[in-house]
């Protein structure tokens, strides 16, 4: 780990350390009222063969894997441990490898090509640079590969935007979560070419399934 002398990462960290334990019925409860289930399953049933994903968390996308016979392995990498250790109980009876590594989104600890697909749920919200991260999930997918990031972004109408930045001090205090982040562009800024962008919630919930950048990503 490269996070030791951050201090915002160690806040994050700490955060989710302690949050872990109750960290799915919490967060159940937003998915079902705000961004609905069927996102997240949609996500899990676009993946396929050896699959990474970043802030993997408690594992929500793990444990609808058992589903989807095309998948080979499942990687997940976190920057908290609490939050890894419960991922780990999702993991048992998966018909495929899974492993939980403790890992900074921004410094990925794989080679070049390394997965078939690349994913990010609810994450690219709290990583210090979602640029830097989408650059490293880039780099380790394949160049067919697939990317698929679940997000909430900032929104298009001006009143909602202005109530996510309004929270969004608030949010980022309590989670590292930022609501307004634009993420939905900073996808296509980058060059993924975006094969599929659903939207729910007044286009601010995104699953956008993509091939990364047909050329290294600039940094
Ligand atoms: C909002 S939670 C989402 C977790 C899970 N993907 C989900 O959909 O429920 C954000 C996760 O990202 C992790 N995280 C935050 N910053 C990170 C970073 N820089 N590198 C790796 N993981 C990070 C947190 O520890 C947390 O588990």
């Keep these: ?45 676009v993946l396929h063969g050896d ?24 990687t997940g990498v976190d920057l908290s441990q609490g939050m890894l250790d419960q991922a780990q109980r999702k993991s048992s009876g998966l018909p495929f490898p899974v492993e ?36 490293e999930m880039a780099r380790i997918c394949k160049p067919d590969g697939l990317i698929a ?12 935007a202005g109530i996510q930045r309004m929270l969004t001090p608030l949010q980022a205090r309590m989670l590292g979560c930022h609501l307004d982040r ?11 070419r975006v094969e599929l962008d659903t939207t729910r919630f007044f286009g601010i919930f995104h699953l956008i399934v993509a091939k990364p950048p047909a050329s290294p990503v600039p940094s």
């Design 51 to 74: 699959v990474l994903e970043i802030g993997t968390g408690t594992g929500p996308t793990l444990a609808l894997l058992a589903e989807n016979a095309r998948v080979t392995s499942f």
């Design 182 to 192: 634009p993420t939905d562009r900073l996808v296509r800024d980058l060059g993924f």
């Design 100 to 135: 939980l590594r403790r890992m900074e989104a921004g410094q990925l600890h794989f080679p070049d090509a390394a997965f078939d697909a690349v994913t990010a749920s609810l994450t690219l919200c709290t990583v210090p640079d979602p640029a830097l991260a989408l650059r």
């Design 1 to 45: 780990m490269t996070d030791e002398g951050n201090p915002e990462l160690k806040r994050v960290e700490t955060i989710y350390d302690q949050i872990a334990p109750e960290w799915d019925g919490r967060q159940g409860l937003v998915e079902r009222l705000l961004m609905g289930r069927a996102m997240r399953e949609s996500l899990a049933g």
């Design 149 to 160: 990031v679940l997000e909430h972004v900032r929104a298009r109408n001006p009143i909602l």
